[in-house]
């Protein structure tokens, strides 16, 4: 056989094992780095009620945040996690973004709703910084303990979470994924310990 040809034969084969390890290596990847299924809540809730306000344009405006404080008891020494993580308001212990969150409810009078995991989350530091990078690495759903049912009636949505691992919580994405969110303006806030918005916002 020419030498040409035996070479040519080589060198296609070559390209075609490289393509196919190629192939599945990206198969893999794709697989690997699919999110878990978003599941729907099985109770409902009604926000705010029939007096709610809305504002010079007519538009309803709903805060929403999720908040991890990694202590509820205001009256023991607070760690340096558990002061970082919480603010102590009129003698009650309040995550720093649920205290952001009321302070934009105060200031817009809108309505206000947490994001509640269905199974709470520890509030030892240790075990939710490894809880919440494992939950990222695995792109995770963690399933929210209600939905709301009047969510449509909102014009602005004002979204709150901390920055964990330079994302969102792993819940906010589950949060995301529940709603329509066609037509509405949506505000996202963050507390962090100095790095933004994390560019959450492009998420």
């Known amino acids: ?7 040519g ?12 390890g190629g192939y599945y290596l990206l198969s893999n990847k794709s697989t690997m780095n699919s999110p878990t299924e ?9 926000v705010g009620d029939d007096n709610s306000k809305t504002n010079k344009d007519g538009k309803k405006s709903l805060v929403v945040y999720f908040s991890v404080p990694e202590t509820d008891d205001p009256n023991k020494k607070m760690t340096t996690e558990e002061e970082n993580s919480a603010i102590v308001v009129d003698g009650k212990v309040l995550g720093n973004t649920e205290y952001a969150a009321k302070l934009i409810k105060d200031n817009t009078g809108a309505d206000i709703y947490r994001i509640e995991p269905k199974n709470p989350y520890t509030t030892n530091h240790s075990d939710l910084v490894s809880l ?10 963690p399933e ?10 909102y014009d602005i949505i004002y979204v709150g979470y901390p920055i964990w691992w330079s994302d969102m919580p792993q ?7 529940l709603y329509d969110f066609a037509g509405k ?16 916002v492009s998420t």
């Open 9 to 20: 034969i080589i060198a296609a084969v070559v390209v075609a094992i490289i393509c196919i």
């Open 132 to 141: 919440a990078k494992e939950e990222q690495e695995k792109d995770v759903r």
């Open 171 to 177: 819940i906010l994405y589950t949060f995301f994924e």
């Open 185 to 200: 303006t949506v505000i996202p806030f963050s507390t962090h310990g100095g790095s933004g918005l994390a560019g959450t």
């Open 38 to 46: 978003t599941k729907q809540p099985e109770e409902e809730i009604k």
């Open 144 to 153: 929210i303990k209600n939905k709301i049912s009047n969510f449509d009636d």
């Open 1 to 7: 056989m020419n030498k040409k040809v035996i070479i």
